[in-house]
């Protein structure tokens, strides 16, 4: 919070979703989601699968655009045009800029495999964000250095373990020094082994006060790591709130069955 004048001045949020709506033909998949992600605020989206928790956060970045709804990225509203089912970007150049601040981590790891992880990790601050090559060599080697991984810079993804993978696409996303991170499901296609490695740096990023968005179905991760919790079921938040509110003093009916499942997987 910044002071101005006497009086207190609350800083925008990072992320403020507004009444969300997305479908998919006949499936309504979100149903009218609204909230924020405050700076240093770690966000975990939890609930069952077809809950709408990977689209919402699609939706953040527009990979999928909403048929309703608002989405903000430091105050800034994301320009939309158009009716459902054919609403589209209404401004190419602010979706480039706004994306350029939006590190995403998704389920599969999408390094490009004709590139050493170091050139992986330098795409898009040389390409995209037009910066300079020394400056960014070194931030991309330091990125490496960071998640774990400063020795494969000059391998190939096929030469790392999928856990490795996964921390040079984390390390990827952070070399664009992003406002926030969002991160789907980022270890779902990995060995438990291998698990505990990714969410050790994603820990380590939070303890950083980083801004994140994060999907995942590890409910002792989701505890540990968040200010907030939202549980969605049915594309709609059914409970949110601090990990001790939703996971020590469940309201819902139905998140104390998902939680219940949870802990006997």
Request: proline share 4%; aromatic share 4%; net charge negative.
């Given at each position: 919070?910044?002071q101005?004048a006497?009086?207190?001045?609350e800083?925008?949020?990072?992320?403020?979703i507004?009444?969300?709506?997305?479908?998919?033909?006949?499936?309504?998949?979100?149903?009218?989601?609204?909230?924020?992600?405050?700076?240093?605020?770690?966000?975990s989206?939890?609930?069952?699968?077809?809950?709408?928790?990977?689209t919402?956060?699609?939706?953040?970045?527009?990979l999928?655009?909403?048929?309703?709804?608002?989405?903000?990225?430091d105050?800034?509203?994301?320009?939309?045009?158009?009716?459902?089912?054919?609403?589209?970007?209404?401004?190419?150049?602010?979706?480039?800029?706004?994306?350029?601040?939006?590190?995403?981590?998704?389920?599969?790891?999408n390094?490009?495999?004709?590139?050493?992880?170091l050139e992986?990790?330098?795409?898009?601050?040389?390409?995209?964000?037009?910066?300079?090559?020394?400056?960014?060599?070194?931030?991309?080697r330091?990125?490496?250095?960071?998640?774990?991984?400063?020795?494969?810079?000059?391998s190939?993804?096929?030469?790392?373990?999928?856990?490795?993978?996964?921390r040079?696409?984390?390390?990827?996303?952070?070399?664009?020094?992003?406002?926030?991170?969002?991160?789907?499901?980022?270890?779902?296609?990995?060995?438990?082994?291998?698990e505990?490695?990714?969410?050790?740096?994603?820990?380590?990023?939070?303890?950083?006060?980083r801004?994140?968005?994060?999907?995942?179905?590890?409910?002792?991760?989701?505890r540990?790591?968040?200010?907030?919790?939202?549980?969605?079921?049915?594309?709609?938040?059914?409970?949110?709130?601090?990990?001790?509110?939703?996971?020590?003093?469940?309201?819902?009916?139905?998140?104390?069955?998902?939680?219940?499942?949870?802990?006997?997987e």
């Amino acid at each position: 919070m910044a002071q101005t004048a006497g009086a207190i001045v609350e800083k925008l949020p990072v992320v403020a979703i507004r009444d969300l709506h997305k479908s998919f033909g006949a499936l309504e998949v979100l149903k009218g989601i609204s909230f924020t992600a405050r700076e240093g605020e770690v966000i975990s989206l939890i609930g069952s699968s077809g809950s709408g928790k990977s689209t919402l956060l699609r939706c953040i970045n527009m990979l999928e655009v909403p048929d309703k709804g608002v989405v903000a990225i430091d105050g800034e509203e994301i320009k939309l045009r158009g009716e459902a089912p054919r609403r589209h970007i209404g401004d190419e150049n602010q979706i480039r800029r706004i994306r350029s601040e939006l590190g995403m981590v998704f389920q599969s790891f999408n390094l490009w495999a004709h590139l050493t992880i170091l050139e992986n990790v330098m795409e898009a601050p040389l390409i995209v964000q037009k910066r300079a090559r020394p400056e960014v060599e070194a931030e991309a080697r330091a990125m490496l250095t960071k998640v774990g991984i400063g020795e494969k810079a000059d391998s190939y993804p096929s030469q790392l373990s999928g856990g490795q993978q996964q921390r040079a696409a984390i390390a990827r996303a952070l070399c664009i020094n992003p406002r926030v991170m969002l991160f789907d499901e980022p270890t779902s296609a990995l060995d438990p082994e291998l698990e505990v490695e990714v969410l050790r740096v994603i820990k380590i990023l939070a303890d950083e006060g980083r801004t994140m968005v994060l999907v995942t179905h590890d409910m002792e991760f989701a505890r540990s790591v968040s200010d907030r919790v939202i549980f969605l079921h049915q594309g709609l938040i059914e409970e949110e709130g601090t990990p001790e509110e939703v996971f020590g003093a469940t309201k819902s009916a139905r998140l104390k069955q998902f939680l219940n499942a949870a802990n006997h997987e």
